[in-house]
């Protein structure tokens, strides 16, 4: 059976257009019996500019962390020129707590090519990469056999619909480094070379894939593109918050009685997700507090959810950030400690050594952590702690340093409690900073 | 012109320059590990953050192309702390054991930690611990561990010496340079990344461990090896050379120079077998003896021959004072039109970077000043066959062992007098009747001519007998300056050699001509007043970089005799 996960309880209504509950969907006779491949033959029929207008007009921001506007972006890659143009998707996904791609390539990895198809026509790309991470075997398979099926009903390839309008797809598995889900990285890793994130300026829509003009987007975000043509920019843009409109997956994980994707407008409330999307928190336990977007993203505090909701302005207002919309929970009883240990073992681990803030940061910052976690730490630790933090952010190639820093800057700010309480040297009588 | 403001200073700022390149062009000095004038930036140390107005973040001083009216702050705050915290987090995981580094005392990352970091490291755990002694090629020793991660070597060996072998694997703190399956790092230049090396990661299998830097005197030269004549410094402890490393010459050799040319030029100066007297032949052996007896007997060994039963070969290893004496003494005094010298081409052993087939450091200079076939075509090929029909019955040799010819050295039996100046006994010495001792290129002042026609000073480095550390102007190591008398490292052997053109002049003077030189440079400023390519010159004009020669079109025809 191979249906996507829902809930009966949502009180947000929302028919899914992503992840459709659609019985096989998967096979490509499904999915054009369901009008698949209907936005391809639509966007085939008006000029690349015009689709590129319609995805600007419907507000799509990338679904990849950063909310950049995908029209805008798209707007970017040179009209004309000799060089070659490159679309790279960007399946790696690989940060804790995000785990929503891994949705579309199960249960709806035609819609994947259809949009991959749409943005090579928009942008007048003849090659484009969906770079998968490489843990996704089953998946890897299942888009590649999607991938065949479009192949052999002359979807992709020549003369896609007898339009004459011909592109190739390539299926790239990732090598196991979280890094390759940076955009420059990942360039680099299709070219076979070692994953380091280039630095920018020049940015990929003047120099990507092999030195030539290169858009990179998310496969949520690709996903978006078939959806917008078939329903509309007008449609598109009335759907959640008006600044981040659209169709949202969001994985949730932690302590909730239903972890899993759900598919859902921009802009519930984040509590709403927790307690009715999600079956509320196991044993009726209060949240300590939730990360929004992936584990990259500021914590936020439990008491502090109130309002909250998953848009990018939101949560910006908030503290934090959508991210990738993986919100993960923690009930009242989690060791923070144990978790922001955890999450800066990951980034150091993943640290592709590149540039000194983020190779040598990455793994202080772990080593910091253990000793809290321990109990071994001292109170002047905790200040340390967030110098080291403070000393990476900013100050390296990519964004991966940022996102090793923001997790114990923000769990320092929200919990410095937690951290004073692990130390050796706290007086017994000082009070704890709130 | 666009305009950039670097620290309140406003200069040109052409568009494409970077701001690290204003700034040192301008004599500001940003600190950078990764960033190479010759290597394509990188921008991953983060040492050259600096603050650009508009800009939210620092940007990188290297990879940072200045626009019009841009301003840029160096040392602000916001700079410093950054530059602070690049220190530290170098400085967590690299060994701190700088008094056992061989890189200490000219490392960046030490000079940096001193320059521009708060001092002190709030660093208490583990440091992440790396293979020690890691072979990457014949010539070049990896310590990991002191690895800073900057790449450097890579871009070299990818971009310059054009053998892509070095990368890096692993990630994070435990990122390791190393080579891929089955290649080492044993290209012509591949020693050039142990100076890029901006910490004691790289060091070479040949100096490794024999010195501190500071017990060493360091000395501008050229390199003998080809006629390139890449600028060097001579590292000299205990009147020994250690190593040559490349000097930056921007016209010559930039900032590199070949393997060979760092491991072959100079170890004959420092051999146990250098000659450290003039040697004459008595009863079959050749004896040392004294420098008035050995001149006095070549003097009138000499006179018993006929004008053009003498001939004279130049050196393409000596210097253009040398040549010019031997071709001036012979044409005037001894009135020999036979003079020329042994070129030693290797052909097909050049490259496009640096080395070249001509195997000597001077022919262009010796055939410049003189050495060179006579008006009439007397050449080598003549000489030689002089030599093998008897017409030729004396050869003077300049520095050079041309009996390593077999074609040269079937004939040199026939001669009856074979004077040769020699650094120590070879193939050539083995013919000879009289052998002077002659010092290297590392003992006397002198100038080559490279391939390019650029005139270049070499300087003494290594004292022989007759000179003074001190009193002759020598560059001083600490050691130098500092021991006393009898203190071991001041007992180098000294050999008792002379410099070529101090001998040709004794002879002269012996044959009653007065030539009244008393150091090289007046035998150059001779060759100034009388070359007319070297118009112009001076030993203060040629400098550390050089001057090029006049166009050849200018050179007067040989002196006839």
């Known amino acids: ?434 | 012109m666009p305009k950039v403001t670097i620290d309140g200073r406003t200069f040109d700022a052409p568009a494409g320059r970077t701001i690290i390149d204003i700034a040192a062009q301008n004599g500001i000095e940003i600190p950078h590990f990764c960033w190479h004038p010759k290597l394509t930036p990188a921008g991953n140390c983060r040492m050259c953050l600096v603050e650009v107005e508009k800009m939210p973040k620092l940007a990188i001083a290297c990879m940072t192309t200045v626009a019009d009216g841009m301003v840029v702050q160096t040392a602000s705050e916001k700079v410093l702390n950054a530059r602070h915290a690049v220190m530290e987090f170098l400085l967590i995981n690299h060994p701190l054991d700088c008094p056992i580094c061989d890189e200490a005392g000219e490392c960046k990352l030490q000079d940096y930690a001193y320059k521009y970091s708060i001092g002190e490291s709030r660093f208490e755990e583990d440091k992440v611990h790396k293979p020690k002694r890691v072979e990457l090629g014949p010539n070049v020793l990896l310590d990991v561990e002191r690895c800073i991660m900057c790449s450097r070597c890579v871009r070299f060996s990818d971009e310059i010496a054009h053998q892509p072998v070095l990368t890096f694997t692993q990630r994070g703190t435990h990122v390791v340079l190393t080579t891929f399956p089955d290649t080492q790092l044993d290209n012509r230049y591949s020693m050039n990344v142990i100076e890029l090396c901006p910490v004691g990661a790289l060091t070479s299998r040949d100096f490794r461990f024999k010195a501190r830097v500071w017990e060493m005197s360091s000395t501008d030269s050229v390199c003998t090896g080809c006629a390139r004549g890449c600028n060097t410094n001579v590292w000299v402890r205990n009147n020994e050379i250690l190593r040559l490393t490349p000097r930056h010459n921007e016209e010559v050799n930039s900032y590199w120079m070949c393997d060979d040319g760092r491991l072959k030029t100079f170890k004959h100066v420092n051999a146990a077998e250098r000659l450290s007297a003039p040697l004459v032949r008595k009863e079959g052996q050749l004896m040392e003896t004294g420098w008035d007896e050995a001149i006095a007997k070549a003097v009138s060994e000499l006179r018993l021959f006929r004008k053009n039963e003498i001939a004279a070969l130049g050196s393409g290893f000596s210097s253009n004072e040398d040549n010019y004496l031997l071709q001036k003494f012979f044409r005037e005094t001894v009135g020999t039109r036979l003079v020329d010298l042994v070129e030693h081409v290797v052909e097909g052993d050049q490259d496009d970077l640096l080395i070249r087939a001509d195997k000597t450091p001077n022919t262009t200079g010796a055939r410049e000043v003189g050495v060179r076939p006579g008006p009439a075509g007397e050449d080598l090929a003549s000489i030689l066959q002089g030599v093998r029909d008897g017409s030729i019955k004396a050869l003077y040799v300049l520095e050079d062992d041309i009996a390593a010819d077999p074609a040269v050295r079937e004939v040199l039996g026939n001669l009856e007098l074979l004077i040769v100046h020699a650094h120590q006994r070879n193939a050539t010495t083995e013919f000879a009747d009289i052998v002077f001792a002659a010092s290297t290129f590392a003992e006397r002042n002198g100038t080559f001519v490279n391939f390019q026609r650029h005139v270049q000073r070499f300087r003494p480095a290594v004292a022989t007998q007759e000179q003074d550390r001190a009193l002759d102007g020598f560059n001083m190591s600490r050691w130098d300056k500092f021991a006393a008398h009898n203190d071991r490292w001041g007992r180098g052997s000294r050999r008792d050699a002379r410099p070529s053109w101090r001998i040709l002049a004794a002879l002269a003077v012996v044959y009653g001509v007065k030539y009244r030189y008393q150091t090289a440079e007046d035998v150059f400023r001779e060759i100034t007043e009388r070359v007319p390519t070297f118009k112009g010159m001076s030993y203060l004009a040629v400098g550390s970089r050089g001057r090029t020669l006049a166009a050849a079109g200018t050179t007067a025809p040989a002196p006839v005799a």
């Open chain 1, 1 to 434: 059976m191979m249906l996507p996960p829902s809930h009966p309880d949502q009180a947000t209504k929302w028919e899914n257009v992503i992840l459709p509950p659609t019985k096989d969907l998967h096979k490509i006779d499904v999915y054009r019996q369901g009008g698949g491949y209907g936005a391809l033959k639509k966007a085939l029929a008006m000029k690349p500019e015009e689709v590129i207008e319609e995805v600007k007009r419907s507000n799509l921001r990338g679904r990849g962390g950063a909310c950049f506007p995908t029209g805008l972006k798209w707007s970017f890659m040179p009209k004309a020129g000799t060089k070659a143009k490159y679309l790279c998707v960007n399946g790696d996904e690989s940060e804790p707590g995000t785990f929503k791609d891994r949705q579309i390539f199960e249960f709806n990895p035609h819609l994947l090519i259809e949009g991959t198809l749409i943005a090579c026509w928009a942008m007048g790309i003849t090659a484009a990469y969906i770079y998968i991470r490489g843990e996704y075997g089953k998946w890897i398979r299942m888009l590649e056999r999607a991938l065949e099926d479009a192949y052999s009903n002359r979807l992709v390839g020549e003369n896609i619909l007898d339009s004459g309008f011909t592109t190739q797809i390539y299926i790239h598995k990732g090598a196991g480094a979280y890094i390759c889900g940076e955009e420059s990285s990942l360039m680099n890793s299709i070219e076979g070379d070692r994953g380091y994130p280039r630095v920018k300026p020049p940015f990929p829509a003047q120099v990507g894939l092999w030195g030539c003009p290169t858009t990179i987007n998310n496969v949520e975000t690709i996903a978006n593109v078939p959806v917008i043509i078939e329903r509309g920019a007008a449609w598109y843009a009335g759907v959640g918050s008006p600044k981040h409109p659209g169709p949202l997956l969001v994985g949730v994980s932690g302590h909730v009685n239903q972890p899993g994707v759900y598919e859902m407008p921009t802009g519930v409330p984040l509590l709403e997700i927790i307690h009715k999307w999600s079956g509320g928190v196991p044993g009726h336990k209060g949240i300590k507090a939730v990360i929004p977007g992936g584990s990259s993203t500021m914590v936020l505090r439990g008491e502090a959810l109130e309002g909250v909701r998953m848009d990018a302005d939101s949560l910006k207002a908030a503290g934090s950030s959508v991210g990738t919309a993986g919100l993960i929970v923690m009930d009242e009883d989690t060791d923070l400690i144990a978790v922001i240990t955890r999450i800066a073992k990951f980034y150091y681990h993943e640290s592709c050594g590149q540039c000194t803030p983020c190779r040598e940061g990455t793994g202080w910052l772990w080593k910091l952590l253990t000793r809290f976690e321990a109990g071994e730490a001292r109170m002047s630790d905790v200040a340390l702690l967030m110098d080291v933090a403070n000393n990476i952010e900013g100050n390296t190639i990519c964004a991966l340093g940022d996102a090793a820093a923001w997790p114990v800057q923000s769990m320092l700010r929200q919990f410095r409690d937690e951290f004073e309480r692990r130390t050796v040297d706290r007086p017994d009588d000082a009070p704890v900073s709130a």
